[in-house]
Nanobody, 126 residues
Framework: VQLQASGGGLVQAGGSLILSCAAS????????VGWFRQVPGKERHIVAA????????YYTESVKGRFAISRDNAKITVYLQMNNLKPEDTAVYYC????????????????????WGQGTLVTVSS
């Protein structure tokens, strides 16, 4: 499965962006998915995650109430709606999918995932 992340760009603080993670195969609809972000020189961290069925989701504390993860199985795409963006949200955002057995839960660790998109840059200006 190939993942294509898109939707990044330059936005002012307080603005919004929607990131998309489009997959190349419908088996993606049975995968748990996560969004991670990485600042140059630092480790990649989980931002949000969603179970394969969409019933469970996770957000890192700093984005709770501002970001929302969702999936559209018809479009084999997972979205990350980002509102009230802050300069500290600036990073390259990556989507990832877990092809191994997934329970009805989300996954938070890098090695929980099997496929990665190429990353999309989000820059938030103050």
């Amino acid at each position: 499965v190939q993942l294509q992340a898109s939707g990044g760009g330059l936005v002012q603080a307080g603005g919004s962006l929607i990131l998309s993670c489009a997959a190349s195969a419908r088996t993606f609809n049975t995968y748990a998915v996560g969004w991670f972000r990485q600042v140059p020189g630092k480790e990649r961290h989980i931002v949000a995650a969603i179970s394969w069925a969409g019933g469970s989701s996770y957000y890192t504390e700093s984005v709770k109430g501002r970001f929302a993860i969702s999936r559209d199985n018809a479009k084999i795409t997972v979205y990350l709606q980002m509102n009230n963006l802050k300069p500290e949200d600036t990073a390259v955002y990556y989507c990832a999918a877990r092809a191994r057995y997934s329970s009805t839960r989300y996954y938070q660790k890098l090695d929980d995932y099997d496929y990665w998109g190429q990353g999309t840059l989000v820059t938030v200006s103050s």
